[in-house]
Each structure stands twice: as C-alpha cells, then as structure tokens.
C-alpha cells in the first residue's frame, strides 16, 4: 500500500563532496524532437508532435519542434560541448520518423547518415552514445491508423528497432526501447496534454499495453541480433507516492495513483504482470481485451538495467472524479488531487523538490522486485528561470542545489543496496519542454533561440568539475 511504502524521509545529511562508487557513470540527456529541427529536411516525415504542435492552443506560445535548437545543423558543436563536460556517456533518442518516415517499409538513408555521423562525432571524443529508440515522436502516419491504440504499432515498432539496430548496432552498446510510457500513453491519450492530444478511457490503456508490448518485441529483435557486450533497458518516470492524510479514502487514492504512475508499468515490465488493482479501478472502463495470451510474457523478458526517470514526488488526497460515470471516464481520472505541502520548494515546472525521494524510489523497486535489475537514472534535473547576466553569463545555482541533493540521494540509495550504475543529468542543453514550448529552461547549457547562440551555465561548470573528481577518483582506486 502507498502509504505504508513509501514513508516520508529526511534528505540526507552529507557534506562536502560526492562520494560516487567506483566506476560510476555520468551523462547527459536530450531527445530528438526537442533539440533537432530540420522537420522538413532529408526525407524526414511528420510525426504527432508536429502535427500537435502547429495546431493552435496545444503548445504554450503557439512553439514548435520545427527549429528547436538546431541540433540537426549543430551536432558537432553540441558533441564539442559534451567532450569539454567530459561526459562518459549521452543519452540521445533516434527519431523515427527521420529514419522511417511513415513507420513502415524501407529506412530513409538519409535519416540513418545523420545518426551515422552523429554517434560516429560521439565515439571520436571517447563518449558512450545511450540510444533510445521511442522519445515521444511517431510517425503521424501511424497515428492516422490508431497510433499506440493499436497492436499493429507494436509490431510496427520492433521492426524499426531492428531496422536502427542494424545500421548503429556496431557502434551503440546501451539501448533503451521506450523512454517514459506513462507520458506517452496517459498524457498522449487520456489527458490530451501531449500529442496526439486525445482523452480516452479504453484507448490510453490500450496505448498503455502496447508500448509495453512493442517493448518486448523489440527487446526480442534487439536481441536476435544481439553484438558482444550490449545491454537492452527501459527507461520508466516513476515517483514515490504517499498519502496526503492518514484516512482511509487518502490511503486508497494513494493507492490508485501509485498504480497508475508506477506498478501500471513496473509490473508488467520487471513482474509479468498487471497489477489488480488496475483491473479493479478501470473495471468501467476496459475488458482488458487487449491483453493477448503471451504478451506478458513477452513484456516481461529479462533487461540488462531499468532507466529511471525522477523528478518529483507525488502527495495525494481523495478528490471528486471528474466524471461520474465511470464507462464515461478517461483513463487519468481517478478520483485523485496532489497535494502540495506548505512552505516547499518547486521549480519553474511547479513540481517540489525532494532529493529524499528519489532514494525512496529507489529502495521501493529494491524491495518491491527481487529480480531488479541494475538501474540508471536517465533522466534527472529542474527548470529555472534562466537569464544571460550583462556580462555574458548565466548563472544557475538552485540547479546546481538540485544536482547536488539528488545525485546525494543516488549514494544514499547506493549504500542501502541498490545497484546504481549511472545518472544522466537532464538535460545537454535548454531544449522544446513540450507542451511548455521554449519557455522552461532545464538545460546546463543556454539557448538563444533566435541566435542559437550556446552559453554554458554555472552548472555546466560545477558538473564538469564533479566528472573530472569522479573520473580522478576512479584513476586513483583503479
């Protein structure tokens, strides 16, 4: 039960510098859509988050994914600010429909060149590319056919993973299938915040099991084609979810809400299974038809690490449901609100600060899966109010607090068992947040939009800093 899982915690009380274990990793993050542009060039076909994007109201500020940060244009200066942090590793995402424009058939040669020269830029500074196959961006042909909401996609999917891992296999030793399903299919299909904007009940939990299945067949495909030395991962946003108040109706709000944001999609992927409680909440809304004999079998196929997504924790209360008749709900609907905690600190998301929790999650997938595998943290960090000062700089030192707090936790949660193998820090550089458009700054790098000017921050600075010490650190015990 939520409340009994997750029980709120101190944040650590260490100082001075960050003890990370031997040989621990440090990277970097972006994806494809929010960095790259260059949406009309080389062959490249549309994907939902274009057609969301340039239909009015979706995005803050009536932004695009069009130009982005130019990345397209501007890998090799963005792969030289990666060498000069000193990153082991960059967490990149492969777009689909650059390399396979309508989601289907032949790959676009073009599309694969720009990888090809990318991860090629990567390899010559001695940076490990980390490639995620599915970062938000399918192909809109797909979606006018039903999109995540139909097993076809699926399938659709493992042949484009194989299809990329035939072309990068020889030189990409870290993949991640699906980057934060949850996103995808509760934002995209049940809340119409992110593209395709829909608000479903059985159509987001259809997406829902068919990212985890099209997970698994690509997990398979990976693997039927598997070079010596790789590793086949995940990456899932999850939170630890408590209780706003001891009552009971909290309690089991609490519940519904850790379902849905975790055990919806850690139990199908790391237990084979879906959890009970999902068939109890959405017994109005879904037959679970979806669910084929074998697929959780297939969705369940052991990974060589889980990616972990943590930005925030998540408090909860008993809330009205938005819609009294649940065959009329849509999947987010649960009877649940957040509840925010007097006096704590957000960030320019609105989300609160809790370095304490991410150990908290962290020890909870410890003891919730026995067979747990080794974990990253993929992606982690905070949106700031970010300026460029008269004098050229950009100076940002409640991220600094933050990388600092959280990668802190990391070793708490390290030296309470759990096999924490690397931290990706969110993001390279300042980036298209979405449904936020360019007005939420996460980057250790600043964009001028309308320059593409790259000015790297007071956190740029202190995380090469941090690298440097752990790579001296891992000379020294080597």
């Excluded at 042909?141 to 035939?166: K, M, N, P």
């Excluded at 849905?260 to 409680?277: C, I, K, M």
Aim: charged content about 25%; aromatic content about 10%; hydrophobic content about 40%.
């Amino acid at each position: 039960m939520a409340q009994r899982v997750f029980e709120l915690t101190e944040a650590s009380g260490r100082s001075g510098g960050i003890e990370l274990p031997r040989g621990f990793e440090l990277g970097v993050a972006t994806a494809s859509y929010q960095i790259e542009g260059a949406v009309d060039e080389a062959g490249r076909g549309p994907s939902i988050w274009d057609t969301f994007s340039h239909t009015s109201g979706r995005v803050v500020g009536g932004d695009t994914g069009d130009v982005a940060c130019d990345h397209y244009h501007r890998y090799a200066q963005d792969v030289a600010l990666m060498a000069d942090l000193g990153v082991d590793s960059y967490r990149l995402s492969v777009a689909w429909p650059r390399t396979q424009p309508l989601g289907r058939g032949a790959a676009n040669p073009q599309g694969l060149a720009f990888y090809d020269r990318l991860v090629d830029a990567l390899l010559e500074q001695g940076i490990a590319p980390a490639l995620t196959l599915y970062h938000w961006d399918l192909p809109q042909a797909l979606e006018d056919v039903g999109g995540w909401r139909s097993r076809d996609t699926a399938q659709r999917f493992a042949e484009y993973a194989a299809l990329v891992h035939d072309h990068l296999g020889d030189r990409v030793q870290r993949w991640i299938t699906l980057n934060e399903p949850w996103c995808s299919s509760i934002l995209g299909y049940a809340n119409g915040r992110h593209a395709p904007g829909a608000k479903e009940g059985e159509g987001a939990l259809a997406a829902a099991h068919h990212l985890l299945l099209g997970h698994g067949l690509a997990v398979a495909a990976l693997r039927a084609d598997a070079r010596e030395g790789q590793q086949v991962g995940i990456t899932l946003n999850l939170q630890p979810v408590t209780a706003a108040t001891t009552a009971a109706a909290d309690i089991e709000a609490s519940e519904r809400s850790l379902m849905q944001s975790n055990l919806l999609f850690t139990d199908p992927v790391l237990a084979g299974r879906y959890p009970e409680l999902a068939r109890q909440t959405y017994a109005g809304l879904t037959d679970f038809g979806f669910l084929h004999d074998g697929d959780l079998a297939t969705i369940a196929a052991p990974l060589d690490f889980l990616g972990v997504n943590y930005y925030f924790p998540s408090r909860v209360r008993e809330a009205p449901y938005r819609q009294a008749d649940p065959a009329l709900r849509t999947a987010d609907d649960l009877g649940t609100a957040d509840v925010p905690q007097p006096g704590e600190e957000l960030t320019a998301m609105g989300w609160p600060v809790e370095p304490a929790g991410l150990t908290r999650l962290l020890v909870w997938l410890r003891d919730t899966y026995p067979t747990l595998p080794p974990i990253y943290i993929t992606e982690n960090g905070r949106a700031c109010d970010d300026v460029v000062d008269a004098g050229g700089r950009v100076d940002d030192p409640d991220r600094v607090r933050y990388l600092d707090g959280h990668l802190r936790a990391v070793v708490d949660a390290v030296e309470a068992g759990v096999e924490v193998r690397g931290y990706y820090c969110w993001s390279l550089m300042d980036n298209f947040e979405w449904a936020e458009g360019y007005g939420k700054r996460f980057g250790l790098v600043h964009i001028d939009y309308a320059t593409q000017r790259r000015t790297p921050k007071t956190s740029f600075a202190w995380f090469r800093r941090l690298i440097a010490d752990q790579h001296g650190r891992n000379e020294r015990d080597g």
